[in-house]
């Protein structure tokens, strides 16, 4: 008997020390894995992988829910390619405790890559961090950019809570560097910064027509349906029967779903009333999905594509060349499945999700507003595009960016500045890497940098700081800064606002109203 990870994997790998033995894979190491899987014939079936996963990804065999059950042959099949060999699993030593005081680290944002950061920097005794994120709640994209129909990802926020709540670490939430407090203030106040701010630009096109209204990022319409103060009052036109996504990831996934989706289901999740209303009234029966390659390189995760095929009431048909089968499990899985789904049978009245590939857009077309895509093969009609082709970071102030890149600049976390670090200053996460990877991959990509940090400590390579409290500077400058317990205040006003309808949460999408709920 087994247990299995299905389709929820974050790869955070807090199943993998758990595990008496070892027997998830792959052990994450800084690249970007698309999931773990546990090994049918080393699992011992006890349990405690599944005890340990936050987002309710494992089960047993004999307990795998109908939509999750072909995730018992993907995990073997990933130990048919690559036979699980013995680690030498020998614990890390425990850290030196520092006095109290010695090392204050500001982090700058407060998504998954900031929140691993700050667990790497407390696991040192004495450490001091101070988070700082330019919104009123924390969490990142947990918040604005996971689906609201997959409330059980969200639940990573169970292994960043405790963290944010220890009393080594502030929080000072609606604080925005560039605007309340400057970069070199932040130095001035730390040994070490840490920016974790993600990718928040969505990357051009580049083809004719891309001005035309009715286009947008697809990143736009996902912080729009998720609440997102900056994105609140965007208006999308959903007069259209068909919409087009271009770009094939899981974000486009999840907006595609979210626009077939019954109304009545997406009712049940904590997306944004504003959208919820919207999308009632929405008069599209149809997504496409066009990618520039094959099936087998669709940028979308195995999971994210079995949970699009399970979807009620929604048909997925495949159109354009799918390319040779390769010989990777990925990808082979991605083709199969793509093949699967397109020998299915249509069902009338269903609403479409079209999956179209080898199909690069050539423009744009229109006049004022978008009318459709032009292919090699001809113009599919539409009144809104979303682009979803990827993202890019934005510079900071004060602070070296790479504009080809769409990163800062760094070495391993170490920020450079014309090839030489950047003393006391990192990076961590998306605006480190670029947009790759899943929440878990930021673990140990917050590791790294971290790591790096503490040896650059050690060696008296920081800056000293001032013992003045940041804190005190905020509140001359009138900022309204709302700190761990006013974050808990506004959860417990939208955990109640949404229990009134038998829902997860019902989001306040103001910044006043949030900042409001703060204070009660």
């Known amino acids: 008997m087994t247990f299995v990870i299905t389709q929820n994997c974050c790869t955070d790998a807090s199943c993998i020390p758990v595990c008496p033995v070892d027997c998830i894979r792959p052990v994450p190491n800084g690249t970007a894995a698309p999931m773990l899987y546990i090994d049918p014939n080393t699992c011992v079936d006890c349990g405690a992988c599944m005890a340990e996963c936050p987002v309710g990804a494992i089960y047993h065999e004999d307990e795998l829910p109908a939509g ?9 099949a990933y130990f048919d390619k690559t036979a699980l060999k013995v680690r030498d699993t020998q614990a890390k030593p425990a850290p030196r405790p520092l006095e109290r005081g010695a090392l204050r680290v500001a982090i700058v944002g407060s998504g998954p890559a900031a929140c691993y950061a700050a667990a790497e920097l407390v696991h040192t005794p004495g450490v001091e961090v101070h988070l700082f994120d330019r919104l009123p709640t924390p969490f990142g994209l947990i918040r604005s950019g996971v689906a609201p129909d997959h409330q059980a990802t969200k639940q990573i926020v169970s292994v960043f809570e405790p963290v944010l709540a220890s009393d080594r670490v502030s929080c000072h939430f609606n604080v925005e560097v560039g605007r309340d407090v400057t970069h070199a ?7 070490a910064v840490i920016y974790a701010v993600g990718a928040s630009r969505s990357r051009d096109l580049g083809i004719p027509g891309e001005h035309l209204a009715g286009h947008h990022a697809v990143a736009d319409f996902v912080a729009w349906y998720n609440g997102h103060p900056d994105h609140a009052h965007h208006e999308f036109d959903f007069g259209t029967s068909r919409v087009v996504i271009i770009g094939n990831g899981n974000v486009a996934l999840d907006a595609a779903r979210v626009l077939v989706s019954d109304t009545e289901t997406l009712a ?13 009234a929405s008069a599209v029966q149809e997504v496409v999905l066009l990618a520039r390659r094959g099936a087998a390189h669709g940028a979308f995760s195995v999971g994210e594509l079995i949970a699009l095929g399970e979807l009620p009431g929604v048909d997925v048909v495949v159109r354009g060349e799918l390319g040779e089968r390769p010989d990777d499990l990925d990808g082979a899985l991605k083709y199969d499945l793509i093949t699967e789904y397109a020998m299915r049978p249509r069902t009338p009245g269903n609403r479409v999700v079209a999956l179209v590939f080898s199909a690069p857009p050539l423009e744009l077309v229109g006049t004022e507003n978008v009318e459709g895509v032009r292919l090699e093969t001809g113009i599919i009609e539409t009144g809104l595009v979303f682009r979803s082709i990827g993202y890019r970071g934005a510079a900071i102030d004060g602070v070296p960016f790479d504009e080809a890149e769409g990163r800062v600049p760094n070495d391993e976390g170490r920020v450079v500045d014309a090839g030489e670090p950047l003393p006391g200053v990192y990076v961590a996460g998306w605006i480190k890497r670029g947009p790759q990877g899943v929440i878990g991959t930021n673990r140990t990509c917050a590791q790294q940098t971290v790591g790096h940090l503490m040896e650059d400590f050690a060696a008296g390579k920081l800056r000293r700081r001032s013992d003045d409290d940041i804190s005190e500077l905020l509140t001359r400058r009138g900022v309204q800064a709302v700190d761990w317990a006013g974050w808990l205040a506004i959860d417990a006003a939208e955990r109640a606002r949404g229990a009134a309808a038998a829902r997860p949460r019902a989001k306040f999408v103001e910044v006043g109203e ?3 709920a703060a204070r009660i």
């Open 68 to 76: 999750q059950r072909r995730f018992l042959d993907i995990n073997a």
């Open 185 to 191: 203030e932040l130095t001035e106040h730390h040994d």
């Open 514 to 516: 949030l900042v409001g």
């Open 268 to 280: 049940q999740t904590d997306i944004a009333d504003h959208s919820l209303r919207a999308l009632a």
